[in-house]
């Protein structure tokens, strides 16, 4: 496995997720939603774009495993994320 | 989703209990668990540093086999060919001798000393790591494996059923709250939304723990009962061809020339070492070793067959190329252990788990949250016994296996040479933490004790770098393996801030939050004498 | 999601079955896994004389159908119905399987 690869993967797989979680209803990272069905889009995308990526790179099973687990750690992650950011936000 | 009132309702009590039964033995396997991740590196940083000579090329192994058969016959039976030597294997050539039982068995390592003579050790692994293991795989529980097994496997069962519940329960609001966390007024609400968050999307994740562990736990009775209802001519386990019989004049190929041959059969895995048996004059190879493309059902590596005589690899046990069968079987073990896709995934994996730790630990936040008895009319009534019960046990219970582990661990580098028995005193720290910190909790009340548990917490794992600091001068016979293992160090000096954070907010709590509380010092019992009388009456 | 055997809307499903429902879910869900492990074993492809691989596999499948079982036990309407209609599903799996056994086997 190309240790770039490999990068590339995660990177477009968290940014897939992170986008996923900007354009729902729920997030609370941005103040207020900026054009949800771009984020949801390009999220898509990218998250498609890094299953491929770990499909040739890894056996199947591994990849869709290892995409599944890394998307939901960042959707784990993500609404604590928001959370604190909405925290903050209404401090300053 | 619209489900109808009374089965959410039979659901949610479903929920609670299995979750109250179950749910501090899977913080304990999930906290063990994900330290587990990392066993090989931990188990590399405990080891003391091995007196043999550096090993010798991999070119001289033949030498050092005959070096060894001449003084020790008996490790020609069973030995092995390590390809990279390091810390936990620290020799070229490792044999076992049998001690007592089947399971037990001393492992030596030699090599030449500089003057070329032989040198022989007796290896010294070191067992905290296989502890921790244990403490994931029996839950935390200080019974014999067979019965501290049924139990685990009774808890899995319990898992599977809280997530299927917990399921049941938020469908309905599954799509209106997904991904939210409304952090406010409302701390039920809050909790809830932690627990979900934590819990929902990851769902895939735990019903693959939980299914995997019933297994694990019920494996032998589930053939036992098959093979009397199922099979006709009992378990078929296939047929292996017998390897060929190696002709007159061929002998087995040294180690160096199996390498280059494994190396050009198996692009892209990485051999760890050559297991070598005798069989009645002939001998049996398997290569251990992994390719991160492919997962194991080993927890750390894969192990095939290899025909000693020619270097050829029978493939057919690694994965990636098993039929389809046993390719679905490994896909079970290794979507548990997460031997796939290198130490990337082994971190994410031990992320996931400490989450898993913490579902666990919010469940029974939330059950305490929902029976708090609120305060009316200005008075400040006492919590309900069991929701401060259950408060100390949660607290008392996690706390102590974080701790228990941490101080375990602190006590690697310096307990060889000082006590005989390495292991037991390893189980015996842990166990001494765990159950003082359970007492504490009880005797202190859940606030108080949350807040000084954590705090030993980060004390413990304060301790846990400071030994390998002393290792780095030497001091009272600690060590410290320069490179190897400064993970294990990093990750226990990153925990402190964490625990002493979490110990300001309990803090925090007790002085601003809800005096109606068991977090309040205030709200946790009308008076101290009463709460020592509780934990009296609980312990 | 409204179980087996159809309820009707007034008869509320209730909590207090728990313990003959979990008890009917744990004996009789394992059963029930056991048999339909055992028709997995003898109609998929490969047949009951697999290799060790499908061996492995038809254990496996006991733990997702023993937990499924005891999931959805508690959609009964009340302990007996479970212990009927899973002892029912069990004679019907285990009957099944005896025939296939003397048939193929």
């Known amino acids: ?69 890394l998307v939901m750690l960042v959707w784990t992650l993500a609404p604590f994320l928001g959370a604190w950011r909405a925290g903050r936000r209404t401090l300053s | 989703m619209k489900i109808r009132n009374d089965i959410i309702k039979v659901y949610k009590d479903v929920h609670i209990w299995v979750g109250i039964i179950s749910g501090l033995m899977l913080f304990i396997a999930f906290y063990a668990g994900a330290i587990t991740m990392f066993e090989k590196p931990l188990e590399r940083w405990a080891t003391p540093p091995s007196a043999l000579a550096p090993p010798p090329p991999i070119e001289r192994t033949e030498a050092l086999l005959q070096a060894v058969f001449a003084s020790h016959p008996q490790a020609a039976k069973h030995y092995l060919v390590v390809v990279r030597p390091s810390a936990e294997a620290p020799a070229r050539v490792i044999w076992r001798e049998p001690g007592k039982t089947r399971r037990e068995f001393t492992e030596y390592g030699a090599s030449f000393a500089a003057d070329g003579s032989l040198q ?63 952090i406010g007024k409302n701390i039920k609400r809050m909790w809830m939304d932690v627990h979900n968050a934590l819990g929902i999307v990851s769902l895939p994740f735990h019903l693959v723990m939980a299914l995997t562990s019933v297994v694990f736990a019920f494996h032998t009775p589930f053939y036992a009962v098959q093979e009397k209802v199922v099979y006709p001519h009992g378990l078929p386990w296939g047929q292996h061809e017998p390897a060929p019989l190696p002709g007159p004049d061929e002998y087995p190929l040294p180690a160096d020339a199996l390498l280059r041959s494994v190396e050009a059969q198996l692009p892209g895995f990485e051999v760890y070492s050559f297991i070598f048996r005798e069989d009645q004059g002939q001998l049996e190879a398997s290569v251990t070793g992994l390719d991160v493309r492919h997962g194991t059902r080993g927890r750390t590596q894969a192990s095939t067959h290899l025909n000693p005589y020619t270097g050829e690899v029978d493939p057919h046990d690694l994965p990636g190329r ?139 794992s304060l301790l846990v770098p400071l030994g390998s600091l002393a290792g780095v001068w030497g001091i009272g016979g600690t060590w410290n393996h320069p490179g190897a293992g400064f993970a294990v160090d990093a990750v226990a000096l990153a925990a402190v801030p964490v625990f002493l954070m979490l110990a300001r907010y309990t803090r925090k709590r007790m002085a601003d939050g809800h005096t109606d509380s068991v977090w309040s010092t205030a709200g946790g019992s009308a008076d101290p004498a009463a709460e020592g009388a509780d934990a009296r009456a609980v312990t | 999601m409204s179980g087996k055997g159809a309820m009707p809307a007034a008869r509320r499903l209730e909590s207090r079955h728990w313990f003959g429902k979990s008890c009917a879910g744990a004996l009789l869900g394992f059963g029930l896994a056991v048999a339909l492990s055992g028709l997995f074993a003898w109609l998929s492809p490969g047949g009951v004389e697999g290799n060790g691989g499908k061996t492995q596999f038809n254990m496996w499948l006991i733990s997702p159908i023993w937990a499924g079982v005891l999931c959805f036990v508690f959609l009964f309407r009340d302990s007996l119905r479970a212990w009927l209609w899973l002892g029912a599903a069990n004679l019907a799996a285990f009957g099944l399987l005896g025939a296939i056994r003397l048939v193929m086997g």
């Not at chain 1, 069905?37 to 495993?65: C, P, Q």
């Not at chain 2, 007796?122 to 014999?144: E, N, R």
């Not at chain 2, 049924?150 to 899995?156: H, K, S």
């Open chain 2, 322 to 460: 098993m039929e389809s069968w046993d390719a679905a079987v490994n896909a079970f073990f290794m979507l548990h252990f997460g031997s796939y896709g290198g130490n990337a995934m082994r971190w994410l994996y031990l992320v996931m788990g400490l989450a898993g730790a913490l579902l666990f630990y919010t469940g029974n936040l939330l059950w305490i949250e929902s029976r708090r008895r609120k305060q009316r009319d200005g008075l400040v009534p006492a919590q309900k016994r069991s929701a401060q019960v259950l408060g100390c046990l949660t607290v008392g219970v996690s706390l102590g296996c974080v701790i228990g582990i941490s101080a375990t661990l602190a006590a690697t580098k310096w307990l060889p040479g000082r006590v005989d028995d390495v292991a037991l005193w390893h189980q015996g720290l842990y166990y001494a933490f765990f159950a003082a910190a359970v007492a504490w909790a009880f005797a202190r009340g859940a606030a108080r004790g949350a807040d000084e548990l954590l705090r030993l917490a980060a004390l413990a």
């Open chain 2, 120 to 182: 022989v050790e007796k290896l010294a692994k070191a067992p905290v790591a296989q502890l921790v293991d244990t403490l994931h795989q029996l839950v935390g529980l200080p019974f014999p494996d067979a019965v501290a097994r049924q139990i685990m496997g009774a808890v899995a069962l319990m898992y599977a059923v809280a997530l299927v519940s917990g399921l049941i329960i938020v469908l309905p609001t599954l799509v209106k709250d997904f991904l939210a966390l409304r």
């Open chain 1, 1 to 69: 496995m190309n240790e770039w690869m490999v990068f590339f993967s995660a990177l477009s797989g968290v940014a897939g997720a992170w986008l996923l979680y900007l354009a729902s209803p729920r997030q609370q990272w941005l103040a207020h939603r900026s054009s949800p069905r771009v984020s949801a889009g390009v999220g898509t995308a990218l998250l498609l774009l890094s299953l491929a990526l770990l499909l040739s790179m890894m056996g199947a099973t591994e990849a869709v495993a290892s995409w599944m687990v």
